[in-house]
């Protein structure tokens, strides 16, 4: 493989450290590292924080660098999602919440939403409540009907700023895509679906406030760079069997979501990347040895691409020239 002969040096960051506070708090939460803890050390049983940081990177803006060796396979940390929602052909049959699969039973359908276990209900308490107040009729027929992923996740986002789960600019930190303006002429029907559903639903002035037009706008332009649609790992000889069916039916992903840390990853040839294995939670794994310094990147797309498929895809589907090595290299 022609990319494996340039020199990984070549990835070793001059980078300035970024200060990004926000998403600082989420680095050490969720940390799953590889290192082992300090038996003499009192806080051994905390996580330790994951060995990467945010930084900026020569052509693309904020990425994230490993702050040490990182082996083969190993799990660089985990993330939870900030929002998600399942996709619309997969709702009775995911968790509503952490879009675990469900088991059925054969012949049995279920009806509605439905969560996996007490603690998935009770944390979707909050923002289901609110969601159950409003008829989204429309706005679910609306993304249905036009095949439409993202304002779902808007409408989840929503939710959980009037229940108080998420502030209305949770995230405003990630990068958003510069939307033409009929793109957003295009996002005018499904705010004001909506929010008439919000509105309508008699939950008060003072808590859709936030609820204007530039947010709707907003937030979907974060989302459309962002979200990352959601594959689980198949389990079982079942799971595998399913996936079959799922995929010449072209749907295969279980929901689609949004998370803090992974959106720093930026694209290249791969030596990163994100696995789900039964739920939403992401694992950012090691493709290959990465030295201290080194960008971590993950490929956006299917890296079996040719160069001209790959730059006309991240251009009009990402709306970005593709700086990275590999396609500077020309393979
Ligand atoms: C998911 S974000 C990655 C983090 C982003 N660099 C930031 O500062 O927030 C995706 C955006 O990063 C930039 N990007 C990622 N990979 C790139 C690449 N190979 N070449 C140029 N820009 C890239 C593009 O602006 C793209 O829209």
Known sequence: MRMSL???TLWRSRFRTLYIPNALVLFSSSA???????KNDS???APSPPPIRVALTESAGRGVFATRRIG??????????????PSLSAINTVCYFCLKKMRTVTGSQPQGVCFCCENCRESSKVFYDVEKKADWLSFDEYCRTQGLKFPLLVKRLACMVISGAAPAGILDILQPASLTREMILKTE??????RNALVKSNIGDEHTSFLTKQWYTDVLARIHINAFRIELAAGAYEDLLSLASASIEAEAAVGN??????????HDYPNTHIVWIENADAKLKALSDIDEGEELRICYIDVSMSYDARQSLLSQGFGFKCNCLRCLSGD
């Open 43 to 45: 806080l051994s049983n």
């Open 189 to 194: 029907e499904g705010f004001h679906l909506l």
């Open 6 to 8: 340039m020199a990984s």
């Open 257 to 266: 979501a949004i998370y803090m840390l992974p959106s720093f990853y930026n």
């Open 72 to 85: 083969a396979g190993d799990t660089i940390h985990t993330a939870k999602p900030i929002v998600s929602y």
């Open 32 to 38: 799953a590292t590889v290192t082992p803890p300090n």
